[in-house]
């Protein structure tokens, strides 16, 4: 069974980084053609696409926000971080991990997502 | 980046309704086209990939179809489980997006 669940701060201070942490079973990014993204939610708003990394550490990041994303993997720990710089309260969203296979272009299992608010 | 647009923004629908979907990529993504629905409260979870591939375990009143720039999502009978945000996503090329949603609420 494929899980993966977030963990990371529930509340970031305007212009710090934030940590994030994806734990996944199931699978092995070490596997040809598995992958793990990001995706945020602000309340109430739509779905954005943030950043994956692939089975052959190659990553992809969001145009926009590419300058403040890092993303990362550690196959032994079966984890991947995301890390981002200079917190703004627009930042403030619910933020999922999701596996990607690559020839289904497609997020076919997620977390269950974690609230980050970011205020002073 | 490859934008997505949906259409409706907003659908009233009742049971038993067809329902459709649309989504319209600026720019040729062959079919790689998924199909999210997210209820809320909940992560999204994956319907349709590769534009009409049923995800396992997604029951087949819902289908996907399209090619190129434009591509629809139609469930054929709503059914009360069925009231939800739909979102499309492209991965045709990094960065992917993802479509605005269409939420689909009770008439």
């Known amino acids: 069974q494929v899980t993966l669940r977030e963990s990371g701060p529930a509340l970031v201070k305007p212009t710090q980084t934030l940590t994030l942490t994806c734990t996944f079973s199931?699978?092995?990014?070490?596997?040809?053609?598995?992958?793990v993204g990001w995706i945020r939610q602000p309340p109430g708003k739509a779905l954005e696409w943030l950043a994956v990394?692939?089975?052959?550490?190659?990553?992809f990041y969001n145009t926009s926000l590419e300058t403040r994303l890092t993303i990362s993997k550690d196959t032994s720990k079966n984890q991947v971080v995301l890390t981002m710089t200079n917190m703004d309260p627009v930042d403030t969203a619910t933020y999922y991990c999701?596996?990607?296979?690559?020839?289904?272009?497609?997020?076919?299992?997620w977390g269950q997502g974690t609230l980050v608010t970011i205020s002073s | 980046d490859i934008q997505l647009t949906q259409s409706p923004s907003f659908l009233s629908a009742s049971v038993g309704d067809r329902v459709t979907i649309a989504c319209r990529a600026s720019?040729?993504?062959?079919?790689?086209l998924a199909w999210y629905q997210q209820k809320p409260g909940k992560a999204p979870k994956l319907l349709i990939y590769?534009?009409?591939a049923l995800q396992s375990g997604v029951p087949s009143r819902f289908s996907g179809s399209g090619s190129g720039s434009g591509f629809t999502l139609t469930i054929s009978s709503l059914q009360p489980e069925d009231f939800a945000t739909y979102y499309c996503?492209?991965?045709?090329?990094?960065?992917?997006?993802f479509g605005p949603g269409t939420k689909v609420d009770v008439k």
């Open positions: 999701a596996r990607l296979v690559y020839g289904d272009a497609a997020f076919d299992i």
């Open positions: 199931g699978f092995s990014l070490n596997t040809p053609g598995m992958c």
């Open positions: 990394i692939n089975w052959d550490d190659d990553k």
């Open positions: 720019q040729d993504i062959s079919t790689s």
């Open positions: 590769s534009t009409s």
């Open positions: 996503h492209h991965l045709n090329s990094y960065p992917g997006t």
